[in-house]
């Protein structure tokens, strides 16, 4: 057995460096200039929007094919070129494509599916705002996301012109908020938040930063993940002057774990945000615990925490990505204890209706003998400690 080395080696030999060394796939776009390819305006321009796009990236399935113009007036398809260079051409199951193009199951409502699954429309104060648990709200500044996701619970509202966040509705949110000193936290949501100018940004988050009784401010966004170089160090570095802020993003599977995305995420964490990850559990794309651990493990090399394991909601369209509860719970079981704690995110199903989100735990045998407590460990051995 040779000896340990004694020195450490190159830098880029350290923890997770790898991560961030070199370029994810371009597929056709192989020949884009490098200013163009990583420039968030040109590849905003450049989304997939139609059949005969996708098909200079994908051989679509006869099923996509109808899919696209079937969901065309309902939920409009749209991809970033660098999302849609990260699908499998030839794999309609690739768990980028099934997140990114229309499928035919979406047009199969279930009994029991909801318009508004999480009820946000009955807690709406005003346009914009859903103002559920005491203490923080969610406040909607635009339907407009780069990526489109098939699985999108506010599939009702995104992508669609005719709702589009107005000024005015803008401004009735922020007007709630410095009404309402009970609000500590925001949560800045839509449609994808980074959709806005990086004036209107700086401008809203400046609004809230002003306003005495908002301690945090959380911007929800995925661009992490569907177009990376909407992070400019512009941009990160005038956001980071509203300080605390949040970024929760939403990614799901290893695939989009690629060095771009790492090298936003690290850029973020540099500049004093905290960042977490809201994964959905989705069937066929990341329900399997092998999956979702290789995420979070390579979640927090790049310093970005798992918060929340999603159980899928009962949007209309989205049917055919839930899995069972028992699905989750198997998942959770096989992280805890068996990996960092900080891998093993909240399982939580949003309730329908509006209930707020309920944690899911996995059962560890927990019961009473007399005056003890009876429970599991995570290998299933069996332990007592004093009830009262
Ligand atoms: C998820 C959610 C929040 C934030 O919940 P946390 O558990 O604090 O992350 C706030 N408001 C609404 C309406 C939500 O759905
Ligand atoms: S980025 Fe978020 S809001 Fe936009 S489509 Fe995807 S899940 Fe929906």
Redesign the pocket.
């Known amino acids: 057995m040779s000896a340990p080395p004694t020195t450490p080696g190159p830098p880029a030999q350290r923890r997770g460096d790898l991560d961030v060394q070199g370029c994810s796939p371009r597929g056709p776009w192989a020949d884009v200039d490098e200013r163009d390819w990583t420039d968030w305006r040109w590849q905003q321009q450049h989304r997939i929007r139609t059949l005969r796009q996708l098909e200079r990236v994908v051989d679509p399935s006869p099923g996509e094919v109808r899919a696209i113009e079937a969901t065309a007036d309902r939920f409009r398809m749209a991809i970033t070129p660098y999302y849609a260079a990260l699908m499998d051409p030839d794999d309609p199951e690739c768990p980028v494509r099934r997140q990114a193009v229309p499928h035919l199951d979406e047009l199969t409502v279930r009994e029991g599916d909801l318009a508004d699954p999480?009820g946000e429309e009955g807690y709406m104060p005003v346009p914009g705002i859903?103002h559920?648990?005491p203490d923080?709200?969610?406040y909607y500044v635009t339907h407009n996301c780069p990526v489109y996701c098939r699985h999108c619970t506010r599939k009702r509202k995104v992508a669609d012109p005719r709702s589009a966040a107005s000024h005015d509705q803008l401004d009735l949110g922020m007007a709630y908020i410095q009404d309402h000193p009970e609000v500590r936290d925001v949560?800045v949501s839509g449609g994808d938040p980074l959709s806005l100018s990086d004036d209107r940004l700086d401008a809203l988050l400046g609004a809230l930063a002003q306003v005495p009784h908002v301690e945090m401010v959380r911007l929800c966004t995925r661009n992490p993940v569907t177009l990376p170089f909407r992070l400019t160090e512009a941009l990160v570095s005038r956001l980071r002057a509203h300080q605390p802020v949040f970024v929760h993003t939403h990614f799901n599977h290893p695939r989009e774990c690629t060095p771009e995305a790492a090298r936003c995420l690290r850029m973020l964490a540099d500049a004093g945000f905290s960042v977490a990850n809201q994964m959905v559990l989705l069937r066929g794309v990341n329900d399997d615990a092998d999956v979702v651990r290789e995420v979070n493990h390579w979640l927090l090399r790049q310093r970005c925490r798992p918060y929340y394991l999603f159980q899928a909601d009962l949007a209309e369209g989205i049917s055919h990505f839930r899995t069972p509860v028992a699905v989750g719970l198997e998942i959770l079981r096989a992280l805890r204890g068996h990996t960092s704690g900080m891998a093993s995110p909240h399982y939580v199903i949003?309730a329908p209706g509006g209930g707020g989100?309920i944690p899911l735990v996995p059962d560890y045998g927990l019961r009473r003998e007399q005056d003890t407590l009876v429970f599991e460990n995570y290998l299933g051995q069996t332990y007592r400690y004093p009830a009262d």
């Open positions: 999480l859903t559920r648990y923080r709200v969610l949560l949003d989100k």
